[in-house]
T-cell receptor
Framework: SAVISQKPSRDICQRGTSLTIQCQVD?????MFWYRQQPGQSLTLIAT?????????ESGFVIDKFPISRPNLTFSTLTVSNMSPEDSSIYLC???????????FGSGTRLTVV | RKEVEQDPGPFNVPEGATVAFNCTYS??????FFWYRQDCRKEPKLLMS???SGNEDGRFTAQLNRASQYISLLIRDSKLSDSATYLC??????????FGAGTRLTVKP
């Protein structure tokens, strides 16, 4: 299965600032996905990062708040912009490992906004 | 109605017990089904895919009932190391994975 390196693993940020999370995959993948997992909750898809085109956002998530870059088939970034304490969460990237193999996840970024 | 619903748990069982988790999904067009395991403060990891004919991997058995839109996971002879949150995951043909809220299992000595 794919191996994903996600950075940073955790950060504590001031309200109003932005944080960019990076995911590097050890193989080329068509799509990368960004999820949020709030404390005690399951995963919610933020957006799908497509190489060569704009990301596709899920309902409730907008590009201005969560801009995504996908410069090539092995790398993507998610920025959490103008942060507020409500953005405190775990953010995870993932890639598809084949239809019957599910998705592989990065190790997650634990974000705390103070 | 949530797209993927799981037993709320938590399940607290003794070592050696058999425990079963259930999951229902609302999208009848869903194509693939998975059980993931998530340890505390870790990312989810694939435990097993769920096939229409049912499948078994050691102490773990997964079943799928498409007519009832229902998935189950059975763990036999549970170990302390099985303690985790188990996520039911459903994939649709628009490359969309939907996660259940998870069921927490604690296996006690």
């Amino acid at each position: 299965s794919a191996v994903i390196s996600q950075k940073p693993s955790r950060d504590i940020c001031q309200r109003g600032t932005s944080l960019t999370i990076q995911c590097q995959v050890d193989s080329q993948v068509t799509m990368m996905f960004w999820y949020r997992q709030q404390p005690g909750q399951s995963l919610t898809l933020i957006a799908t990062a497509n190489q060569g085109s704009e990301a596709t956002y899920e309902s409730g998530f907008v590009i201005d708040k969560f801009p995504i870059s996908r410069p090539n088939l092995t790398f993507s970034t998610l920025t959490v912009s103008n942060m507020s304490p409500e953005d405190s969460s775990i953010y995870l990237c993932s890639v598809e490992d084949g239809l019957n193999y599910g998705y592989t996840f990065g190790s997650g970024t634990r974000l705390t906004v103070v | 109605r949530k797209e993927v619903e799981q037993d709320p748990g938590p399940f607290n069982v003794p070592e050696g017990a058999t425990v079963a988790f259930n999951c229902t999904y609302s999208n009848s067009a869903s194509q693939s089904f998975f059980w993931y395991r998530q340890d505390c403060r870790k990312e989810p990891k694939l435990l097993m895919s769920v096939y229409s004919s049912g499948n078994e991997d050691g102490r773990f058995t997964a079943q799928l009932n498409r007519a009832s839109q229902y998935i189950s996971l059975l763990i036999r002879d549970s170990k302390l190391s099985d303690s985790a949150t188990y996520l039911c995951v459903v994939w649709s043909n628009n490359n969309d994975m939907r996660f259940g809220a998870g069921t927490r299992l604690t296996v006690k000595p």
